[in-house]
């Protein structure tokens, strides 16, 4: 099992492969297999088990065009068995910045979370009406 | 050690009941002593490392009139000696999404990271300008 920071990185970044690919079927195998799974899209709430989160990466990625979609400033982070990236995601559009959760499962990093939302520093092109209390 | 959703649940609560009391003393003990700590302000990039975390919640605290904020809608998920936590965080402006992770440290759950982001449901007076390509 390897668990270095840049084995961790290795599989983040294929998540953002299969993104930028619009490849479903490599996403998925980047995710564990169980229900214990959850995304938090950019603006919308949490969806919690396997289909909800399944159903939800099969639209954005049908619906994209070109996902074009590039993964920057990684940072992982190890605790024993569960290990989250935190990173950039540069798009045509403007930048987002992302929590994704990996555990092992039968050896190997997969995703059990990923959440995004908008990253409004100065040049991006985002709205910055979003920026509540804290 | 006690490892139950509930038991994260609490320690999430009393993350939250700390930021609406104002408590920077409070929420500072709640997290994990390490530099490896890190958060996601809505809107804003990440920070890493001890004293940029803390000081930007000194900030918030201090700057916030009230932090009339709730958690709403908790749910926990444990993964060994890691665990975090999806819940809505909601101001009497609108409604985040947030990403709470811990870890054990000294026999007690604590945080590690936090990300929280504009949760756009319709309903929220949050603008929906931040939706992005996913």
Known sequence: MNKTADDIL?????FYDAFAAGDYDRLEKLWVKSEDISVIHPGNTALNGRQAVMTSWRQILDNADGN????????AYI??????VI??????EGRLIA?????IEDGAWRMVHHQAGPDNRPGNLMSSENRLVH
């Open 68 to 75: 074009e979609i590039r993964c920057a400033n990684p940072k």
């Open 87 to 92: 990173c950039n995601e540069v798009f045509p």
């Open 10 to 14: 290795k599989v983040n970044q294929a």
């Open 79 to 84: 605790i024993g068995e569960t290990a989250y």
């Open 99 to 103: 929590t994704n959760i990996f555990k």
